[in-house]
């Protein structure tokens, strides 16, 4: 099941979107987030979607250190230690900043697993917003709650070649400039 986020007024149109790329595929809502659904990727160009979560899993994590190991669960021994990887990390509740601060203490508590546990994969952990090159991977977890959430891993090169459908920005949002 894939994840497809999307702005609220433009929902019906990616749904129609999703319904004409496959007919039989089975869709869900997700409130506040998106459409999940079964579809094949290859070739796939949608208008509406701002960001695409490859194969995402809804999962549940009690504690900070429980989502970091959740994360380094999904991606030790799946993304070569030996290249790049990105970290698309980001709260999708609430109004105030908590949600954006459990996922900073998330990534602390990530970077400190991983140099004990998986150095290698700690040095090709890469910090940027530049286009996805034919060796860079992607994790992506969405935090709908603080113990809840989705997680999507993207192994080179899927994010680049699906560059159509994953941005290389968080959330598929585009920063303004300063």
């Known amino acids: 099941m894939h994840l497809f986020l999307v702005d609220p007024d433009t929902a019906p149109f990616l749904a129609d979107e999703l319904r004409r790329a ?3 595929a089975a869709q869900r809502e997700i409130e506040g987030l998106g459409i999940a659904a079964d579809l094949k990727l290859d070739g796939l160009l949608l208008a509406f979607a701002r960001q695409t979560l490859p194969a995402a899993a809804e999962i549940q994590a009690a504690s900070i250190n429980a989502w970091a190991d959740r994360i380094i669960d999904a991606i030790a021994g799946v993304f070569p230690d030996d290249q790049p990887w ?3 990390l980001w709260p999708q509740y609430g109004e105030s900043k908590a949600g954006q601060h459990r ?3 998330i990534h602390a508590s990530l970077v400190e697993r991983l140099k004990k546990r998986r150095r290698r994969l700690l040095r090709s952990l890469i910090e940027s917003d530049a286009v996805f ?4 991977s992607l994790v992506q977890c969405i935090l709908t709650s603080p113990e809840t959430g989705w997680l999507s891993t993207s192994r080179a090169p899927q ?8 941005s290389s920005f968080p959330r598929g949002e585009v920063p303004l400039a300063d």
């Open 22 to 24: 496959a007919i039989d």
């Open 86 to 88: 990105r970290l698309h």
């Open 103 to 105: 996922c900073e203490l």
């Open 133 to 136: 090159d034919e060796q860079t």
């Open 159 to 166: 994010p680049y070649a699906l560059r159509s459908l994953i």
